[in-house]
Structures are given as structure tokens and as C-alpha cells.
């Protein structure tokens, strides 16, 4: 689905729920007398889309002209930390001193309102480390963003956040767990992790196997 029909069919569907709300409140409010003509209308659903994430090649090259950035030392930084925990760039951002011990970091104030821990490398903890408890960055979400979208210009519907599904997908197919990856991303509701699943190298490879088809002589 092309970025303009997906954007078009995601208003339809917004107008369809917000017409639906306010005629159910008509109802309730004994303003609307007859039926809601929109009861037997199918709720427009959406085609699920494939998250994008980075190559290795698009990985290194990324990092490497952030490491050379000459206004913004930071960048390397967050760049890398998302990489490695899965951490929201707005988490990561706002990375303070008392959150980094060895070697992790503590996510607070997350989306999913709970802190939660991840490790990290001794490598990248020397990266990152500065003392006292003040904040580890200095850096907002528009550098990154145009950063990001400048050297890989098809991310401009993700950017930033395409660190967080790199992590991930990577976090899969390396063999990684997938309840292990719900608790490292804070996702409340496991469906929202279940998207990584298949992505696992042995995702479903039982089926050769336990299919009615392999049992019959």
C-alpha cells in the first residue's frame, strides 16, 4: 500500500469513527430518534504494514558519519543506545546520569508508565558514560530526525523510531526471546511485541513437521 492510499484510508476510517461517536451521543442525548445509519456499516480496516528497519551496511554507514558530525557529539551516541536497548528516542533523550550504572540503563517516564532496565555493553557504557547525575544528552528529536531522513531518505515515515524496530527485528532473528523482548521494550500488551515474531529463525518451523500432511504413510 503506497504512503498516499494508506494516508487516505486511514482519514475514511477516522471519519467513520468519529461520525459513529457523535451519532451514539445524539442517541444518548435523545437528540437523534432513529437508528444509527452507520450499525451496518463494515468498520474500514486497515492492511498491517511492514515495519522497516536498517541493514548493516545502512547500520555502519549511519554511525560512521555521525561519529565524523562536527557540531553534534551526540548523535553517535543516541544513535547507538537505541541500537542496543530498544529505547524510544523521547527515553533515551532524556537519559539522566542516575539512570546509567554498570552497565545499564534505567528507562523512566516511559509510554508504558513503567521503568523498566536494560543492559548494555562495557563498550558502550564508556560511550556514554558522564559524570555526575545531570542529563547524557544534548540533543533534540529534529536533529536526529533530519540527520536521519538526510542520509537515509526513505525513513521520513519512521525515522528515529526505525532504531527502535532495528533493535528489535535484529533482537528476532539473532534468536532472541519474544517475552524477553516485550519486557526490554516496555510493551504493555504483547500483541505489540507478537509483530517481531516472525522474524525468529525457527518462527513456525514446526509446521514441516506437525502438519496433517507430514503424518500421512
Not at 106 to 113: D, I, L, S, V, Y
Not at 163 to 185: D, E, P, V
Request: proline residues 3%; glycine residues 6%; contains cysteine.
Amino acid at each position: 500500500m503506497t504512503d498516499s492510499v494508506q494516508l487516505l484510508t486511514e482519514l475514511e476510517e477516522l471519519e467513520q469513527d468519529l461520525l459513529n461517536a457523535v451519532i451514539v451521543e445524539l442517541q444518548r442525548m435523545g437528540e437523534w430518534k432513529g437508528e444509527n445509519p452507520l450499525q451496518s456499516v463494515r468498520q474500514f480496516k486497515l492492511h498491517e504494514t511492514e515495519m522497516e528497519f536498517l541493514t548493516v551496511e545502512e547500520m555502519q554507514d549511519l554511525i560512521a558519519k555521525a561519529e565524523a558530525h562536527e557540531f553534534h557529539q551526540d548523535i553517535h551516541k543516541i544513535i547507538k543506545l537505541c541500537l542496543a536497548t530498544g529505547g524510544r528516542f523521547k527515553e533515551t533523550g532524556k537519559l539522566t546520569g542516575s539512570q546509567l550504572t554498570k552497565y545499564k540503563v534505567t528507562f523512566t517516564q516511559t509510554k508504558g508508565k513503567k521503568n523498566r532496565s536494560v543492559p548494555i555493553s562495557p563498550e558502550l557504557y564508556d560511550v556514554i558514560y558522564k559524570e555526575g547525575s545531570g542529563p547524557l544528552f544534548n540533543i533534540g528529536y529534529t536533529t536526529i530526525y533530519r540527520f536521519i531522513t538526510k542520509n537515509i531518505p526513505r525513513l521520513k515515515q519512521q525515522a528515529a523510531h526505525v532504531l527502535r524496530h532495528t533493535f528489535a527485528s535484529y533482537y528476532m532473528m539473532n534468536g532472541g526471546n519474544i517475552i524477553a523482548l516485550q519486557r526490554i521494550l516496555g510493551h504493555s500488551d504483547i500483541k505489540q511485541t507478537m509483530r517481531y515474531a516472525h522474524l525468529a529463525p525457527d518462527h513456525l518451523e514446526d509446521v514441516v513437521t506437525k502438519n496433517p500432511l507430514a503424518n500421512l504413510k
